[in-house]
C-alpha cells in the first residue's frame, strides 16, 4: 500500500518535471525587451529586419520595438523611467541623457562593452567619469561653400572662425555678399564655437571677450547679416541658395536640399572641413542608448544595443541616412574614406567622418545646460546690439552661471 502510494508520487513529480521542462521553450512576456526610438518610423524596413535577425540569433529574447515621435520624446522618457516598468532600452540624445544620469535614473554600463564604438565619442558620454549611454550614430558640419563666389573673392579656404574674420571684409568687398551666416542664438552653437577655443565656463575671460567680440566687430561692420541674431540654420539654408552668403556649416544631408532646391548653386558649391578654433578640434552631434535603472532587462537590453552598432548593422543604417557611424570597423570601410571626386555627398561624408579623430576636448554637458544656454545666447543678443560693454555683459553671464547648482 505504502509502495503503491510512492509510485503514484513518484510518477507525478516525474511528469511535473517535464512540464517544467519544456517551459522555457515557449517564449513568455518576461523576455521580451521593449525598446523606444524617437521617429525611425521612416527606417523601418532596416529595423525590422535588424530586429528579426537578432531574434533569430537570441530564440529567447523578443523585441518590442516603438516608434516615439521626436516631440514627445522627452517627456514619455521622463514618466516612463520614474514609473515601475520603463522599457529596457531607449534611444536619447546625450543632452536629456545625462539629466537622467543626474537624476539616478540610468543603469551604469561598464566599459568592457566599448570597445567597438570610437573612444572619443565614448568619453564625451561620460558623466562624473561614469558610462550612462551607449552611441548609436552622430553627425558632424562641414563647410559648404559657394567655390564660384570664394574664387571670384580670391579668398584662402577658411579653416577658423579667425580666419572668416579676416576674409569677410574682402567677401564683402568684392562680392557683394555676406561671409556668413552664423547661427550664434540657436541652441548650443555658440557654447560650442566657445568650446573651441578653450572657453568652458568662465565667460569673462580675456579669450572669451576676444571671441564674442569678433562677432560683434562683424556684425556692427555688417560683414554678416543682421539676422544673425535671430534667425537660424534653416533661414541660413535659404540665404546660401539664394547666393546671399558664401560659407554655411551644416550636415552633409543639407546638400541634398541644395541640389533639389537650387541646382544652379549646388554646381558651384564644394565642400571642405569644418571650421575650428585654436583648439583644433571639430565639434559633433550624437544620439544615443541609454538603459533605465528600473528596466526588467537589462542586459538582454544591452545585448540588442551592441548588436544594432555592430559594424554590419553600422554600415547598412549609414548607407540609408546621412548619419556618421560610431563603430570604429565601419569608420574605417571604404564608405567613409574613399569617394570619387564626381560625388560631392561622398566627399561631405569622407570629410565629416574624419573629423570624428579629432574632436576631444569635447563640450561636456553639465546641470542646467539648458539655462546656460539661453543666458549665453542672451549674452550674444545684447553685445552685439550693444546695449552695454561685453566685458559688462559677461561679468554678468558669468555670476549667472557660477550661481548655478553644477
Keep these: 500500500m505504502v509502495n503503491s502510494s510512492l509510485r503514484k508520487i513518484i510518477i507525478i513529480s516525474v511528469i511535473l518535471i517535464l512540464v517544467l521542462i519544456t517551459l522555457p521553450f515557449k517564449k513568455s512576456k518576461s523576455d521580451e525587451v521593449v525598446f523606444w526610438t524617437l521617429q525611425m518610423n521612416d527606417f523601418a524596413p532596416y529595423m525590422n529586419k535588424v ?30 523611467v520614474l514609473s515601475d516598468n520603463p522599457p529596457d ?18 543603469w551604469e554600463i561598464d566599459e568592457q ?40 573673392a580670391e579668398v584662402i579656404l577658411p579653416k577658423t572662425y579667425d580666419d572668416i574674420y579676416e576674409i569677410a571684409p574682402v567677401i564683402k568687398s568684392k562680392t557683394e555678399t555676406f561671409v556668413m551666416l552664423p547661427n550664434i542664438t540657436e541652441n548650443d552653437t555658440m557654447q560650442r564655437i566657445l568650446n573651441k577655443y578653450g572657453v568652458i565656463g568662465n565667460y569673462n575671460s580675456e579669450k572669451s571677450v576676444e571671441v564674442f567680440e569678433m562677432f560683434k566687430t562683424m556684425y556692427e561692420k555688417d560683414f554678416i547679416p543682421k539676422e544673425t541674431v535671430t534667425q537660424t540654420h534653416r533661414e541660413a539654408l535659404e ?31 564644394d565642400v571642405s572641413s569644418q571650421l575650428t578654433g585654436t583648439m583644433g578640434q571639430y565639434d559633433f552631434s550624437l544620439m544615443n542608448f541609454v538603459i533605465p535603472i528600473r528596466a526588467k532587462h537589462k542586459s538582454e537590453a544591452l545585448k540588442f544595443a551592441l548588436f544594432l552598432t555592430n559594424d ?61 544656454n539661453i543666458l549665453i545666447n542672451t549674452a ?14 559677461l561679468d554678468d553671464l558669468n555670476k549667472k552661471y557660477k550661481d548655478f547648482d553644477l
Design 380 to 393: 550674444v543678443q545684447q553685445i552685439l546690439l550693444n546695449k552695454a560693454s561685453t566685458k559688462e555683459i
Design 89 to 106: 532600452l531607449i534611444n536619447l540624445n546625450p543632452d536629456f541623457s545625462a539629466l537622467l544620469a543626474q537624476k539616478g535614473a540610468l
Design 312 to 372: 554590419e548593422n553600422q554600415l547598412e543604417l549609414a548607407k540609408l541616412t546621412n548619419v556618421l557611424a560610431v563603430n570604429e570597423k565601419t569608420l574605417k570601410s571604404d564608405f567613409y574614406t574613399k569617394y570619387d571626386n564626381s560625388d560631392l555627398q561622398a566627399k561631405a561624408r569622407v570629410i565629416s567622418a574624419k573629423q570624428l579623430n579629432n574632436i576631444e576636448p569635447s563640450m561636456k554637458q553639465i546641470r542646467n545646460q539648458k539655462e546656460l
Design 239 to 269: 540665404k546660401y541658395m539664394a547666393e546671399k552668403i558664401v560659407f554655411f556649416q551644416a550636415g552633409a544631408n543639407f546638400l541634398t536640399m541644395i541640389k533639389e532646391n537650387a541646382p544652379s548653386v549646388y554646381k558651384k558649391t
Design 51 to 80: 530586429i528579426s535577425d537578432f531574434e533569430t540569433q537570441n530564440p529567447n529574447i523578443k523585441i518590442k520595438w516603438v516608434d516615439v515621435p521626436f516631440s514627445e520624446g522627452e517627456k514619455r522618457t521622463l514618466a516612463s
Design 113 to 152: 562593452y566599448t570597445a567597438q564604438y570610437n573612444k572619443s565619442i565614448i568619453n564625451s558620454l561620460k558623466y562624473n567619469g561614469k558610462l550612462y549611454s551607449l552611441p548609436w550614430y552622430a553627425t558632424s558640419a562641414v563647410t559648404i561653400y559657394n567655390k564660384y563666389l570664394s574664387d571670384k
